[in-house]
């Protein structure tokens, strides 16, 4: 178990992943708070899962828990660095999902709500993912 721990928790990254982490942390944060509690103009969790029926995920209620969900806790443990690694590959899935769900058919910009950002945010969450929390994180702290 201890090699697990070490595992998940060590890292390899240094001040650029940091700042990567932080900001995707922060914007995880928001969009999630947004589909949970309504927040920063979003429609709250009756909204979002009225609207995630609509596009045909079902049970609407129960995605936007899970997305929302993902999107806020997970951005928070990117902003506080604990468990990246279990958040970022989280967050890497529902990216993913949100891509071929919800963007892929418009293309590539944004202008046309394509999949643009979502795919920024993929290629952050897989460097977390891969690199770790870099050196300004609590699983540097507690891998030590």
Not at 92 to 107: D, E, M, P, R, W
Not at 125 to 131: F, W
């Amino acid at each position: 178990m201890n090699t697990l721990i070490k595992t998940v928790l060590t890292t390899r990254a240094n001040w650029g992943i940091t700042f990567l982490r932080i900001a995707i942390g922060v914007i995880f944060a928001a969009h999630g708070s947004q589909k949970l509690f309504g927040l920063f103009g979003g429609y709250g969790l009756t909204g979002t899962a009225q609207w995630m029926e609509s596009i045909g995920l079902a049970p609407g209620l129960l995605m936007a828990l899970m997305s929302g969900g993902a999107e806020f806790f997970g951005g928070l443990a990117l902003l506080f660095g604990l468990l990246v690694r279990p958040a970022a590959a989280v967050l890497s899935i529902t990216l993913v999902v949100a891509i071929l769900s919800v963007h892929i058919h418009n293309g590539l910009f944004m202008a046309n709500n394509g999949y643009e950002f979502a795919l920024a945010l993929l290629g952050g969450t897989v460097a977390v993912l891969l690199e770790g929390a870099g050196k300004l994180s609590l699983d540097r702290v507690i891998a030590r």
